[in-house]
């Protein structure tokens, strides 16, 4: 089992950064990859990025390539998803989760640990 907790949302404006934080406890020595998720009520979830176990493989999706990098300290179990030139339309909540799977197609719709998620507005 694997606890998931976001933070690191807020209010920006339209061109500037965030960076996200997903800090995760595992009840499990299984190695598991983490990816990002954004979502507003009334429409589906996005897949957005995902990193493997080990921090070396990352992928990520058309729409946030070249803006959007995540990364992990492993050391911290926390991956981190620095968002730059961020745009009104980014506004969501974002949500971390986790599953054994890597996952590395733009149709992923996620594993089976989730956090709570953390909203991030951007003004325009």
């Known amino acids: 089992q694997v606890q998931l907790v976001e933070s690191g949302g807020g209010l920006v404006q339209a061109g500037g950064s965030l960076r996200l934080s997903c800090a995760a406890s595992a009840r499990t020595s299984s190695p598991y990859a983490v990816a990002w998720f954004r979502q507003v009520p009334g429409k589906d979830r996005e897949f957005l990025a995902s990193?493997?176990?080990?921090?070396?493989?990352?992928y990520y999706v058309d729409s946030v390539k070249g803006r959007f990098t995540i990364s992990k300290a492993t050391a911290k179990n926390t991956v981190y998803q620095q968002m730059n030139s961020l745009k009104p339309e980014d506004t969501d909540v974002y949500y971390c989760e986790a599953d054994p799977q890597f996952a590395k197609t733009s149709g992923y719709l996620g594993g089976p640990y989730w956090g709570q998620g953390t909203r991030v507005t951007v003004s325009s």
């Open positions: 990193i493997d176990w080990t921090g070396r493989s990352t």
